[in-house]
């Protein structure tokens, strides 16, 4: 529709509303012409007066297209209310001419239209109207005096232009000041305007009552309000619950200040969480400060308010990069340094005790190296949720290293629990407890079904330190010490684990050189036929003497060297050396035994040991059927499918199997079954007590009993007395090895007992 206003432009519009005016001027002033003609006051012919009237308004109503098309716009504005007012002028001195006694009168009229030129007309502009005015009455007053001079008083004629002559001029000079004045005020409004508009940040009024008294169009932006419904808000409900409290403490605050009559400017800038129209929240940086009048009386408070969820995002990502674990999401380092610090300071303050368990997963390097570190990363992960799972909320998990800083010798596969409010270490043993069977639950990775078993070492405030760095140190060397006594365990600190640790650091460094030094050497072990007597086979041990160390045992060193992967090359050389012994025995005219040799897990995933195996079988010209290479039942849990692969292969070859130290896994019969093993070596734990334990004695029957349902080889370890030998026997376990026949010996020893087994059957 065509309407008086144009919608989209308020200028134009606000041109359109004074142009109406002045035609309003014109309405009025032509009524005025017709009551004075109708009352006889004046003696202009009706023809003129209808000319002129209806003159006006065509000209007014040409004015208004040029406005309502926009023409207007080409033409400078102010020029158009000069055409206006022109034309009245010229009218009005019409009128004048045929006034005669209401002359002074009409006069008056024109001088009102006059002063609604103060606040358009520019002073050239004014000027030039009122010269025109002085002219065009003039004349008027000259072709009176010509034509009907009667009509004429000189003396007043001569005043009134005078008057004209001096009083036009003066009003040319107020109405610049005037327009000059409005043109300024309405120049500052404009950019005030453009400001509040294009700025981004919202500029808020508010009294002294904490109500709006004016919000800046951009709120629009900030929180999809217009500014008319943010007004008719309360100040305190445009915040979110977490700001809530600090925007009003720091408000009250901030008067309080300013009551008590200081002398600065008080202004607070604060970081606070702002509601939008949609529901979510923004982040805002708000400076409030406060409003004055001319008479420094505080009369409200202005508040500036910037977004800032972008910045505060990325400050809060930069945070949580900083104290967290990218992989596991955990508390990393620092952080828990800190929180282990916040620990202290409350533990030492209320006299309460808490621990700390250092958390390492056994095999996790093999996992790493054999699975590729995108597996070992999944499995921590994995991990970590488990941890944080097995604990109460109170209780804090973090991982200390990220692969980037692992110092050499572990994997970041650490893990550090600090259990607080701890009144009894039984709790923590049941806490450390949890935390072994969370980790020893089967878990899938790429496909693949394994098991990790982790060592945990625990530290305890204040008994074993009373700072971070003993704590820690404490707790890990504990750790290892968890790691020596078969790992899958825990332990809590105490003096001996410190020279332990200790020992475990100068076992690396001398580890690393033993093998090129000689230093290592195998002891060998008879297993014997508990009913023949014979000597049917012989366990190759390692052992390692140290020029520094001295004598290093087995359970000390093998953890170590399968933890550095120096195991494998170990393990090579052991292989070697024992089937090249075995076959030196034969040559020298022994009889023919098997010679056992134990495998770690380590190299049983390792690619390679296939190849190993049968490289030393060709090297040594050994028959395949007289090595025999032990597991540990506790390598069993370990990715079980693909041990049975692996073993398989070993299997096809010839070669013979034993499962190790049975009875301490968790292993079931049924998961033994799957295994192509061929000899179960019953774990010495279970010979030791025979003669008190009847509850071992019933195991060892039912391992024999089992075994020979699955027509397994069923050898006793560690027979150290001749009544273990005779209960063995009885039960018709098939073999045994121990002290009680023969301990590990050098083998030339073994030679010896081999030959003289040989002649005495
Ligand atoms: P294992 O394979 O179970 O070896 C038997 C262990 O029991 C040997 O300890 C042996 O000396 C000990 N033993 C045998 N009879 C008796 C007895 O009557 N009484 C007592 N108290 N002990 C007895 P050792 O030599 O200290 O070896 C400990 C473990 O170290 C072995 O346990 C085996 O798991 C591992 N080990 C030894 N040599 C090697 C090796 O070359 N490679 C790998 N990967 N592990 C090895
Ligand atoms: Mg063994
Ligand atoms: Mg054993």
Redesign the pocket.
Known sequence: MFGVFPKDDLDQTLRIKRFLMAFGAYLIWSAICFIGYSLELTTVPLSILVAGVSASFILNIILYSIFRTGLNKNFKDPSLTLLQMVIATFWIMVVVYYAYEARSGVLLVYMVVLVFGFFRLRIRQFLFLSVFAFVNYSAVIFLLYKTHPEYINKNVEIFNIVVLAFILPWFAVIGGYITNLRISISNALATIERLTNNIRDVIFVLDMNLEYTYVSPSVKNLRGYEPEEVMNQLLYNSFSNSSRDTAIKTLAEMTVIEKSGHKNSVDRTLQLEVTRKDGSTVWTETKFSFVKDKNKRTVGILGVSRDITERKRAEERIQYLATHDVLTGLPNRMMFSQLLNQAIESARRHERQFAILFIDLDRFKIINDTMGHDAGDELLKDMAKRFRQSLRAVDIVGRPQERNDVVGRLGGDEFIVLIEEVSDLNQVAVVAQRVLSMAMKPMVILGEECRVTASIGISVYPTDGEDEQTLMRNADMAMYFAKEEGKNNFQFYSQNTQSQAFERLTIETNLRKALERNELYLEY?AKMDLKTRAITGV????RWKNPILGSV???QF?PVAEETGM?VSI?RW?MKTACAQNVAWQRQGLPPVSVA????LRQLMDDKLLEDIKTVLDDTGMAPNLLEI?I?ESMVMYKPERLIEVLTKIKNIGVRLAL??FGTGYSSLAHIKQFPIDTLKVD?SFIRNLSQNSEDKAIIEAIIAMGKTLSLNVVA????TMAQDEFLREHICDEM????FSK?VAADQFADLLRKNNTSL
């Open positions: 072990q366990e190759a041990l390692l045992t087995p359970t093998i195991i393990g052991v040799v134990n495998l770690s032990e540990t190790d130290d010495r370890e560690g027979v150290e090895q121990g002290y009680y590990p």
